[in-house]
T-cell receptor, first 113, second 116 residues
Framework: KQEVTQIPAALSVPEGENLVLNCSFTDSAIYNLQWFRQDPGKGLTSLLLIQSSQREQTSGRLNASLDKSSGRSTLYIAASQPGDSATYLCAFYFTSGTYKYIFGTGTRLKVLA | NAGVTQTPKFQVLKTGQSMTLQCAQDMNHEYMSWYRQDPGMGLRLIHYSVGAGITDQGEVPNGYNVSRSTTEDFPLRLLSAAPSQTSVYFC???????????????FGPGTRLTVT
């Protein structure tokens, strides 16, 4: 069964800290991986998309990487700010699935001013 | 572009009532999907569609129906609402690669449904 795990479930850091959010998966046959941000009571906003042939993508202070051999993706946030406080979710589209994305349960991040 | 729109934003139903959650996108995306989000369980796929006239079941389809008569619209019908269907519902759309999987997903703002 394809499973996606995000640890920790919650994280609290002081402003300015660089941080890494982790996403683990059990099936390395991936088409693509997407990282999302979700603010309380809101929908999901796409942050980064990595296709299976890519190793990483960058957008501003965000960098996402994909390591299929270790079954892990990481989202790196540089110089965190209080406005980064949100829940971050990863979603995988596996080649052996049938048009389905599998989501992790998310990491709730709080950046303290 | 409005992107993905959902109506209503909030809804309260009594057990046994039926209703339709609306979803529309103006990006000409082939792939559309419905998820429900429950605390501690992440997003779970209910139904999806890869084009007009084509729908299929996701992980948790029981109690829900969908149809796709146009590229733009993908309504979700609750046939006989139950308290277990209290959740936040999200619609998403993606372009489809030729002969391949969905590309980047775009989400609507969600519908918060309570069934009493």
């Amino acid at each position: 069964k394809q499973e996606v795990t995000q640890i920790p479930a919650a994280l609290s850091v002081p402003e300015g800290e660089n941080l890494v959010l982790n996403c683990s998966f059990t099936d390395s046959a991936i088409y693509n991986l997407q990282w999302f941000r979700q603010d309380p009571g809101k929908g999901l906003t796409s942050l980064l998309l990595i296709q299976s042939s890519q190793r990483e993508q960058t957008s501003g202070r965000l960098n996402a990487s994909l390591d299929k051999s270790s079954g892990r993706s990481t989202l790196y946030i540089a110089a965190s700010q209080p406005g980064d406080s949100a829940t971050y979710l990863c979603a995988f589209y596996f080649t052996s699935g049938t048009y389905k994305y599998i989501f992790g349960t998310g990491t709730r991040l709080k950046v303290l001013a | 572009n409005a992107g993905v729109t959902q109506t209503p934003k909030f809804q309260v139903l009594k057990t046994g009532q039926s209703m339709t959650l609306q979803c529309a996108q103006d990006m000409n995306h082939e792939y559309m999907s419905w998820y429900r989000q429950d605390p501690g369980m992440g997003l779970r796929l209910i139904h999806y569609s890869v084009g007009a006239g084509i729908t299929d079941q996701g992980e948790v389809p029981n109690g829900y129906n969908v149809s796709r008569s146009t590229t733009e619209d993908f309504p979700l019908r609750l046939l006989s609402a139950a308290p277990s269907q209290t959740s936040v519902y999200f619609c998403a759309s993606s372009p489809l690669k030729v002969g391949g999987p969905p590309y980047e997903q775009y989400f609507g703002p969600g519908t918060r449904l309570t069934v009493t």
